[in-house]
Each structure stands twice: as structure tokens, then as C-alpha cells.
């Protein structure tokens, strides 16, 4: 990347190799250019209007070619380097005056997959925007064009006295903190996510994509501040702008921590990159380091996320671990005399709000990692000994626990979606020591965390056959005083006992040589750490200095030991804090693009020009195999119903109990069931299809027993883009759950499609747990850019949902035998649920024409003979949630000819309206467009050059009208003034206290009636 200065009027030009960001300010300062060269009168804002704009910025995104270069001044030449940039890190607003930071220098310390680099900054670069005040810096530098007209002797007006006052150049404080050796970056990735958020898709060519745009990932994103406005410049480009602007490098993000990755081989000879990517957290609300507990919003200090990657030829395993100060609130108090000077006395723990208050952050805190890892396990390695300030610590972390647990556990109004476990570890100083970081765990401590492993499993993933044998599906959260050297140590055993329970199932001995050097990794991480953390610990929650009285009365030779009650606010700190934006006078900047809102407008108003509709057909179906796979000759009767159209676009097919359950392992590595279903299903697709079309598994995945499989159309292959899938566990054990959800995302041309297969909780009587169910996945699949299940244009959410009839045995079995389905499905009670609103809202399912689906003798048209005698159920549906109904449902049905098991199979065929854009089309109009804009205010080089009053540029959007507020009736965003409020004119109108809800109404919807839905009072006596 390089960077180009028009001087005058000011513009900052970022270019790469194809594409070039035009960064202006509106209103910038001259304070030594141009004053003999120009008349210039339009200096900066004087009202308070226009100051109130001095954090607006313009920004324009064009290609490289567009731009005429040769007028430019080229920075990176003028700085003595003929090199590139590495990457810009955004715009800092510091005391009026917006700076342009970039990496100048990094060097590679971590490859945690093939092609994927991790590089720490060792330089940075920083340019004010919207004053010339530091240009002199690298104006004798300046390698400046002849048709600039500029003159060198221009940059000597400046005193000798205005040099020295910006000696050290803008915002040295920050240069020097960035450049410290802790913050690091990726060209590649963002540093901000994991490999399981990432996930496989681009393994073979690696792009950056932005991910850390959700609220857990942004307090690893140390540049949030100066990024913020460029991620949402970034959003309102289209997909493929999008694409071109983050290769770039125009977007980078950062963390600060540790990172590196070292060459090891396994027992086997198979060499393996082992890394160690540490990540501490900025979000909190005052201090970040040091001994303080949590904010309002459930951030702790002291919080570092570590994964921990091994990846080799043929696999690549991950782990994750957070830990933190105790997350409720409290800080430390320490008294200064001379008899407690040198005693552990003097040290007391405070709790400056109520124990409620304090529920509430430590709530939000579990809240927070339970939205990103699932359920939780608290590894507590707090003192136990009361007498002491940790173990009087430790006593309130446990009240708050044992709250948490009684009062959210068990109300099932206001349950969590999440389980959390909690073990005490207490790790004393000695023998933490003693044991030190070594190839061998000490065995008191990875006897019991080796159990606690095994529920959350590891994400492992086959790079043959590339498909997940496991996923991650909870964390471990380490709690210690200060978050290091324990919780460094625990860290340490956590993943070291994962590493070789993966390999003992993969059937490899991990070898001497890998838990050497994963040990030497922790003990680097521990040092690291311990480092960049001290030297920025927090000895206070303000921005103020100790008094000089409490300075005077300490000796020297004290002042290290008992820093934290005495020390002024270091500079260190002063520099997190304007990276950070949390002085007090710092706001964000807001960035203005004219030019492709313009064009982006227009766009949305002509979006019938080039978009149209098309049909795609879908079969769904789900199916409980009970662990069997028989019957492959009936296979057509089921996916090729009679009434099917026989040619399908998508085949979405999600089976449960494909395996036997257990709980055993840390990696399910029997992937040969889920091989052996694909194969059947693809061989009957493409042996059976009208049109002998052939079929591929775009996708697949595996959770315990639950599987789904994505089949599409070969020539439709080219339509799809975007495919990510999402595991979520809600039964007991590791990867082998019995319980949960596999889901896959895509983009059919340009709408959004989610297909869901689960599995929830058996038992007749467990219709609240289904319903936490339907709760915690809805919450749990997650997939990049935070969306979740609801956020898509189509869904189709399949799978044994094991809601039973609230009806006797006997009267079941009658009305099956009757076919009086709609009487049965009265009693239904997924449809009780979905009629409540409270499982599956807004969702629809078609008409049930067909007999329960459970239980069958297996082999057997017979329902269950056993000792239980289970009453027959629709345990297993399909149901269908769309924007703009753009999903219609044709057939709903079982498939009575499969047998094998005690389940029948249900499928559905639907066809899905797809927005299908026209990219020739719409490019030539884009193009039409950007030619309009230009004949109306000039071609981008000339408003570079020659426009110096930019202000016209924001008070389109400063200027707009809002609507009118919301009210009881009416909302902002109906249009057409529509209301807010479902009007029913029997119960609104003057006789609505005479009218009740009609008794005889039936509950099944479904059914035909003449009963009107109201009647009045005195017809119930009829």
C-alpha cells in the first residue's frame, strides 16, 4: 500500500494495487502552506454548527486507474523508504485533530494454518488529516512532482520553535505503544475470530473477511475505535466491493497479546504447526489491568482469550480458553501505616455496590461467553482461606454462583440457554513452582479437569475429506485474583490434556516433542503476558494522580513494591486510553461517501431494472434412523414421492440417531456412518432424478447422532456462495451430544437461505425443556457477521422436535384408526406451542394429512407393543420460516414403505422465490450512474485538486428529515401510516364489552368452519 498527499486542498490517497480510498476532511487547518500561493478564506468552521462537523470525513472508494497519480505527493517515498505500507489502521480523533495511522513495519511470529500469517507491528505511521501542523516532518523528504507547482523553500516558513513544540511528530504516545511488540495482525484473517468462527472455506486461497463485528469479538479489537466508522463504510458496500476493499488492506484489524508458532512432529514422525494465539480484551468500562473486578456490562479486567491450534497434513485441531478477574464487582482497597506497611494485612477487598447490582454484571458477563462458546465450565482457583482478602473474595464469587444457579436455573420462565459447571482448583504458589511447565501434567490437577474436557469437545476437522468431526461446543473460564500465572498454569493442563485425549482417540501417540514445546509455549505466553500486563496495570479508576501526601510518607525502596497505592498515572496508560477513545473529549469520526451513496440510492430505486424472480424447487426431509440403514431399495419411495416434480434444485435431507450415543470421547472419529448415508442418498438421487441430473454434497456436518446433508443440483452450483455451518449441543456429553442442532447457511444468488436439522429433549412430559430447546438453538447457531437463524430470507428448520399428544393412549390409537387427523392435531403440542407463540414464532407448517410418525415396533407397521406402550406422536416435522412468503409448501408426508426403524420418514416439497440479479445489467447501470454523478460535480481528480469547500458533500445527510417520533398508534418505520396495533372491529367498537371468543371455534386452524370467531354474550347460553 501506498499513500499520496494532495496538500492542497488537503487529501490523504491510499492505493493498492487495483483500488485507491480517498480520505478528505471538510473542513481542514493551514497553518504554514499556501498562504502566499492561494487566496483562501475558507479556513475552518467558526459557528457552532459547523465545529460540530470537525469530525466528519469524506471517503471515497474508487479504482487505482481513476486517479492521476503524478499530481500526488507519494509519502512512503518521502519518508526515505521505498517501500509499502502494510496496512491502515484507521482514523484517531485526538484533541480536534484526526490522524491516518498505518503499520510501516511487522514482522511474521505465527502460521497457525498453511497460508495464514500472523505478523506482530513494529512500526507505525501517523499523518493528521485536517492539519498541515506536522507536514514538515517529511517535507524535505518530498520527492514532489514538477506539475504540482509546489516550491521547496514553501516548508522553511515554518519557526524553529514550531518545529520543536511537534518534535516528536502527532501523537507519539500512541506511535510508541503501537510499536511496543504486543499488538499484531493478519492480512489474512482477522485476528479477532477463531478458527471455528472462520471455519474451512478458504483454505487454498485465504481472503481477509471481516469478523469481528459482533459485541464479544469487538473487545479483542484494539482498533475498534478507529475502525468503527470504516466497518460501517465498509458494510454499505456491495459484496464484491466489499471484497475488493478488504484485499486491499484498507480495513486491518488489530489485538494485543502474544502469538507464535512452532515446527514440532507428533509420535508418528507426522510433522505438525503447533501455535498459541493469546488475546487480551478492551472493552471494559476503567481499568483493563490490575486488580479490579467487573463493569456494569459484565466486562472483567485482566480478560485474555487463548486458542490453542495444531495443524498438519491431514488435520487441524483447535481449543479455546478464556479467563479473567472475578466478574462481579469489586476492586482493592489498601491501608498505608506504618505497622502495616510490610503485612498481607493491610490489602481489603471492597464491593462498592449492592450484591444485586452486582448479580446483574456477573449475569451479563456469563451471558457474554455463553453467546459465543455455549455452556460454561468456571475452573476457580481462588484462595479457600477465609482469613484473607482472595478467600473473602472467593466466598462472594460463590454466593453470586449459587444465586445465579438457584434463581435462573430452575425457573423455566427464565431459564438460561446455557448449562454452567463449576469445579474448585485451588493452586498454591509452591506447587505451582514445582511442577513448573513441563511435558507431563502434575496429576492433582489433570485428574479431574481431564473428565470436564469430554463435555465440551474440540473442534477437529478432516482435511481429506474435508468435514468436521467435531466442533467446540462450550469453554472452560478460568478464574484466578489476577488472571496470570494460575490461570497461565490451569491453561496450560486444559490443553495439554485435550491434545493428547484427541490423539488418543485419533489413535497417535502426540510424542515428548509436541508437549515440550506446547509446555515452553504457555510458559512463554505466562511471561509475555505477565509483562505487558504489569507495566500497564491500572492503580486507579480515574484520571487523576494519587495525592502527594500518600507519596510522601512511603520510602523509595517501596514504591515498586506497593505501586499500586502510590504511582501517578503512567503514560502508558494515557495512550491506551486515546487509542481506545476513552478520554472524555474524544469522539468518533464519521465518514461520508457521497459518491457511492448516491450511487447506492439509485440503485435501491431501480432494483427492478436488473433483479427478478425464479423458483427453485426443495426437498426436505427428516428422518430418526435409530441407528440403522436398511431398505436402500425403498429409498425412491421416499425421496421420490407419488406427487413430487422428480427434479430437484436442493435436496435437504437432516437424520438423528445415525450412531450410538456415548459420551466418551473428546473427537468422534467414526465418520463412516455419516459416509455411508451420503453415499445411499446420492446414488438414489441421481440413479432415480427426471431430468438425470447429477447431484453434489455441497455440504455436510455431524453432531453426535444428528447429521444433515445438502445435495444440489450440479448446474446449480454456480449460483451458490457464502456456505457456512453451525453446530449447537444441548444434550449431555462432548461431540457425541444426543441432543442439539446441525445447521448450514448459504446464498442462492442473491437471497439468503438457513436450513436447521435438530434433535430435542424425549419424554412425554418435557415440553418446557423442548421449548429451552428451541430457545438455545434459535440462540446458539451463529454463523459470520453475527447472524443467526432469523437473520436470512428463507428457513427451513426439520428435524424430531419429540412434541407428543396430550391425549390417552386409547383415544390416539382410535382417532389414527378414524383418520380424524385434525381432531388429533387439537392436542398436538408443538402446535399448542407454535399457537401460544412461544416455539417456533412466525413459522409455518403445512396441514398434517398423515398418520404419527412414532413410536413403530421396528420392521413393523405396528405402533410400540412394548412394556412402555408410547402414545403416537408427530415427533418429527418440518416446518418453513420466509420474508416476504417467499416459500410455498406442496407436499407434507411420511414415507410408509421405510420401515426399519421406530421413526417414519417425513419429507416435504417446496419451491423457494430466488432474487436473481442481473450483474451485467446492473453494473452498466452502476456505471451510468457514476457518469451522472460525474458530469454534476466533476471528474474525481478535479475535486481532489481543485474543490476546496467540501462542506456541500455532508449537509445532504446532515440535512435530512426524520420522521415523527413512535407513539401508542403509530411507528416510525410503517410506512404509509400504518398502524401499530391489529385492530379486531368486534372487540373495538362501541359494543366490544358484549362480544367473547366463540367456544365452539376450532383450535386446529386448519379446519373448515362457519363458527364466527366472536359472538356475543348471549348466544353462549344457546
Known amino acids: ?126 499523518f493528521c488529516l485536517n492539519s498541515d501542523e506536522f507536514d514538515w516532518q517529511f517535507s524535505k523528504s518530498f520527492h514532489t512532482p514538477v506539475s504540482s507547482g509546489l516550491e521547496d523553500d514553501y516548508f522553511e516558513s515554518q519557526s524553529t520553535d514550531e518545529k520543536s513544540s511537534s518534535a516528536e511528530g502527532p501523537v507519539p504516545s500512541v506511535r510508541k505503544l503501537l510499536s511496543s511488540g504486543s499488538f499484531f495482525f493478519s492480512h489474512q484473517f482477522d485476528v479477532t475470530s477463531t478458527i471455528q468462527e472462520r471455519g474451512f472455506r478458504d483454505m487454498q486461497s485465504p481472503k481477509f473477511s471481516l469478523m469481528g463485528d459482533s459485541p464479544y469479538q469487538r473487545q479483542f479489537m484494539w482498533n475498534s475505535f478507529l475502525v468503527s466508522e470504516l466497518i460501517e463504510f465498509r458494510g454499505r458496500l456491495t459484496p464484491y466491493e466489499q471484497i475488493c476493499f478488504d484485499s486491499s488492506g484498507f480495513l486491518v484489524t488489530i489485538t494485543r497479546g502474544y502469538a507464535k508458532t512452532v515446527n514440532s512432529t507428533l509420535g508418528n514422525g507426522e510433522e505438525v504447526l503447533l501455535t498459541l494465539i493469546s488475546k487480551q480484551a478492551c472493552a471494559k468500562n476503567g481499568p483493563l489491568f490490575g486488580d479490579w473486578g467487573s463493569d456494569d456490562n459484565g466486562h472483567v479486567s485482566n480478560f485474555v482469550e487463548s486458542e490453542l491450534v495444531l495443524f498438519g497434513s491431514k488435520f487441524c485441531l483447535t481449543y479455546i480458553m478464556v479467563r479473567g478477574n472475578v466478574p462481579i464487582l469489586w476492586s482493592l482497597e489498601t491501608h498505608i501505616s506504618k505497622r502495616t506497611l510490610a503485612a498481607k494485612k493491610n490489602k481489603k477487598v471492597v464491593f462498592p455496590r449492592s450484591f444485586e447490582a452486582s448479580q446483574v454484571a456477573f449475569t451479563k458477563h456469563l451471558d457474554l461467553l455463553s453467546n459465543q462458546y455455549g455452556d460454561i465450565h468456571i475452573l476457580n482457583s481462588l484462595s479457600q482461606d477465609t482469613k484473607t482478602y482472595k478467600g473473602k473474595l472467593n466466598i462472594t464469587f460463590k454466593e453470586h454462583i449459587n444465586y445465579f444457579l438457584e434463581h435462573r436455573g430452575n425457573d423455566p420462565q427464565t431459564a438460561t440457554n446455557y448449562k454452567l459447571g463449576y469445579t474448585d482448583i485451588p493452586v498454591a504458589t509452591s506447587s505451582m513452582k514445582k511442577a513448573d511447565y513441563t511435558a507431563v501434567n502434575p496429576h492433582e490437577y489433570s485428574q479431574s479437569i481431564a473428565k470436564l474436557v469430554l463435555n465440551f469437545g474440540a473442534l477437529f476437522y478432516d482435511i481429506d475429506s474435508r468435514t468436521y468431526v467435531g466442533k467446540q461446543l462450550g469453554v472452560f473460564r478460568v478464574n484466578s485474583f489476577d488472571s496470570l500465572s494460575k490461570a497461565s498454569f490451569l491453561c496450560k493442563i486444559i490443553s495439554q490434556e485435550v491434545i493428547e485425549l484427541a490423539m488418543r482417540d485419533l489413535g497417535i501417540d502426540a510424542g515428548h516433542d509436541l508437549l515440550s514445546k506446547h509446555a515452553r509455549l504457555w510458559a512463554e505466553t505466562d511471561e509475555y503476558l505477565r509483562n505487558i500486563t504489569i507495566n500497564f496495570v491500572s492503580y486507579t479508576d480515574k484520571l487523576h494522580s494519587s495525592s502527594a501526601a500518600s507519596k510522601g510518607i512511603v520510602p523509595s525502596q517501596l514504591k515498586k513494591r506497593y505501586l499500586h497505592t502510590v504511582s501517578d498515572h503512567k503514560p502508558g496508560e494515557m495512550a491506551i486510553l486515546k487509542l481506545l477513545g476513552a478520554l472524555q473529549d474524544q469522539v468518533s469520526v464519521s465518514l461520508h461517501n457521497p459518491l457511492h451513496d448516491y450511487v447506492t440510492k439509485e440503485l435501491d430505486r431501480r432494483e427492478k431494472e436488473f433483479t427478478s424472480q425464479r423458483d427453485i424447487s426443495v426437498f426436505a426431509s427428516t428422518f430418526n434412523v435409530n441407528a440403522s440403514c436398511e431398505d436402500q431399495d425403498k429409498f425412491k419411495s421416499w425421496l421420490f414421492p407419488p406427487g413430487s416434480s422428480g427434479d430437484y434444485d436442493l435436496v435437504f435431507i437432516g437424520l438423528q440417531e445415525i450412531v450410538e450415543l456415548t459420551a466418551s470421547q473428546m473427537v468422534d472419529t467414526d465418520s463412516l456412518r455419516r459416509q455411508m448415508w451420503e453415499m445411499h442418498l446420492r446414488v438414489c438421487l441421481e440413479a432415480n432424478n427426471t431430468t438425470q441430473s447429477r447431484y453434489i454434497l455441497l455440504w455436510s456436518g455431524q453432531l453426535g447422532g444428528i447429521a444433515l446433508f445438502l445435495f444440489v443440483k450440479q448446474s446449480e452450483l454456480k449460483e451458490i456462495h457464502d456456505v457456512e455451518g453451525s453446530f449447537k449441543k444441548t444434550g449431555f456429553g462432548g461431540v457425541s451430544a444426543n441432543k442439539g442442532a446441525v445447521a448450514v447457511r448459504f446464498n442462492y444468488s442473491n437471497t439468503g437461505l438457513c436450513l436447521v436439522a435438530s434433535h430435542f429433549a424425549a419424554g412425554h412430559g418435557n415440553t418446557i425443556e423442548r421449548h429451552q430447546n428451541f430457545k438455545t438453538i434459535g440462540k446458539g447457531i451463529k454463523f459470520s457477521k453475527n447472524r443467526r437463524i432469523k ?225 356475543l354474550r348471549s348466544q353462549l347460553a344457546q
Open 1 to 126: 500500500m501506498k499513500l499520496y498527499l494532495n496538500e492542497y486542498p488537503r487529501a490523504f490517497i491510499l492505493v493498492s494495487d487495483q483500488y485507491a480510498l480517498i480520505v478528505r476532511h471538510p473542513y481542514p487547518r493551514y497553518k504554514y502552506h499556501h498562504h502566499h500561493l492561494h487566496h483562501h478564506h475558507h479556513q475552518e468552521p467558526t459557528s457552532d454548527s459547523a465545529k460540530s462537523k470537525s469530525s466528519k470525513v469524506i471517503v471515497e472508494f474508487v479504482r487505482k486507474d481513476s486517479l492521476n497519480l503524478s499530481k500526488y505527493v507519494d509519502l512512503t517515498i518521502a519518508k526515505g523508504r521505498a517501500q509499502n505500507l502494510s496496512g491502515f489502521l484507521g482514523l484517531l480523533n485526538v484533541k480536534d485533530k484526526l490522524y491516518l495511522v498505518f503499520v510501516s513495519s511487522a514482522v511474521t511470529v505465527a502460521t497457525p494454518r498453511v497460508d495464514e500469517d500472523v505478523q506482530k507491528i513494529t512500526g507505525v505511521e501517523i
Open 791 to 1015: 437473520d436470512h430470507d428463507a428457513v427451513i428448520w426439520l428435524g424430531d422436535f419429540n412434541y407428543r399428544i396430550n391425549l390417552p393412549l386409547e383415544q390416539v390409537h382410535a382417532l389414527v384408526e378414524k383418520k380424524d387427523f385434525p381432531r388429533l392435531f387439537e392436542y398436538d403440542q408443538l402446535n399448542q406451542q407454535m399457537a401460544s407463540g412461544e416455539s417456533f414464532p412466525y413459522f409455518d407448517e403445512m396441514e398434517l394429512r398423515f398418520k404419527p410418525t412414532y413410536k413403530f415396533d421396528n420392521g413393523t407397521s405396528t405402533y410400540d407393543t412394548s412394556e412402555k406402550q408410547r402414545i403416537p406422536a408427530w415427533t418429527d416435522r418440518i416446518l418453513s420460516l420466509s420474508r416476504k412468503k417467499i416459500i410455498k409448501q406442496h407436499l407434507y408426508d411420511c414415507s410408509d414403505e421405510i420401515k426399519f426403524s421406530d421413526h417414519r420418514p417425513v419429507y416435504a416439497t417446496l419451491t423457494v422465490s430466488i432474487s436473481v440479479v442481473n450483474e451485467t445489467v446492473k453494473k452498466n447501470l452502476t456505471h451510468e450512474l457514476y457518469e451522472n454523478y460525474r458530469k454534476n460535480y466533476g471528474d474525481i481528480n478535479d475535486m481532489i485538486v481543485t474543490n476546496t469547500n467540501l462542506s456541500f458533500l455532508i449537509s445532504e445527510a446532515d440535512d435530512k428529515v426524520l420522521p415523527p417520533p413512535s407513539s401508542d398508534t403509530t411507528k416510525w418505520w410503517l410506512s404509509n401510516g400504518m398502524s401499530a396495533k391489529i385492530t379486531i372491529p368486534e372487540l373495538s367498537g362501541p359494543n366490544a364489552d358484549q362480544f367473547v371468543f366463540n367456544p365452539k371455534y376450532p383450535h386446529n386452524p386448519f379446519s373448515e368452519t362457519e363458527e364466527p370467531e366472536f359472538i
